[in-house]
C-alpha cells in the first residue's frame, strides 16, 4: 500500500532516504543534477521550505515503512502556476506506478492552492530525444512536433499523465543540451 503524505523537517530519516533517491535517480542521465549525498540534502532542506510543496510516497517493505519516491513543488505568478521540481523514484520501484500518483497527487496539492498549470522542465543533456544536438533556432516548432525519443527520455511519462511540450530553452546545458518545457492545466 502506497501512502504520500508531507515530508516535515523533524523526519531526518526519511529525508535523508528521500536524499539518496534523488542521487540514485539521476545517476545515469542526469550526472550533474545531484551527483552526491550532500548536493541531494542541501536540494531537500531548500525544498522544505514553508513556501513549497514536498510530499513523499511510503510503502511498507520488510516490516519497514520506507520512502520510495518524491515530488516537489515550487510557486509562481503568483501562485497560479507550480514548477514541478523534482519527481525521483527508487530505481528498484520504477515502473510501478509511484510516479504517476506522486503527479496525481501533485495536482490535487496545487489545485487546492488555487494554480491553474503546472510546469516543468525535463532537460536533454545525453542525446535522449531528436531535439539534442540540432539547432533548434531553425525550425522549432516542426523539431518540437516531430520529437521522438531515443532513450527512455521522461517527455513521454508525462505526456501520458496529459502534459504537452510548451517550449524547449535551446542549449539550456551546453550546445545542443536544451530543456524541454512541458506544462498542464490543472484547473478551468
Not at 18 to 38: G, K, S
Not at 53 to 71: F, K, P
Not at 119 to 126: A, M, R
Not at 137 to 152: Q, V
Request: hydrophobic content about 40%; glycine content about 10%; charged content about 25%.
Amino acid at each position: 500500500m502506497l501512502d504520500i503524505t508531507d515530508l516535515k523537517l523533524d523526519q531526518s530519516s526519511y529525508i535523508e532516504q528521500a536524499a539518496a533517491i534523488l542521487v540514485r535517480a539521476f545517476r545515469e542521465h542526469w550526472l550533474d543534477a545531484w551527483p552526491n549525498i550532500e548536493d541531494a540534502l542541501e536540494e531537500m532542506h531548500e525544498m522544505l521550505a514553508e513556501d513549497r510543496i514536498c510530499r513523499i510516497a511510503l510503502q511498507e517493505i520488510n516490516g519497514e515503512t520506507r520512502v520510495v519516491g518524491w515530488i516537489g513543488g515550487i510557486s509562481g505568478y503568483d501562485g497560479l502556476v507550480w514548477e514541478l521540481h523534482p519527481l525521483a523514484v527508487d530505481p528498484d520501484f520504477q515502473g510501478q506506478g509511484i510516479g504517476r500518483a506522486l503527479v496525481l497527487d501533485f495536482e490535487e496539492q496545487v489545485r487546492q492552492r488555487g494554480a491553474l498549470t503546472i510546469q516543468l522542465g525535463s532537460d536533454d543533456q545525453d542525446s535522449m530525444t531528436t531535439l539534442a544536438n540540432t539547432d533548434l533556432y531553425e525550425n522549432l516548432w516542426e523539431k518540437i512536433a516531430n520529437i521522438r525519443n531515443l532513450k527512455g527520455h521522461p517527455y513521454e511519462f508525462y505526456q501520458k499523465l496529459g502534459f504537452s511540450i510548451i517550449g524547449v530553452i535551446p542549449d539550456a546545458n551546453g550546445i545542443g543540451k536544451p530543456d524541454i518545457l512541458m506544462g498542464k492545466r490543472v484547473r478551468h
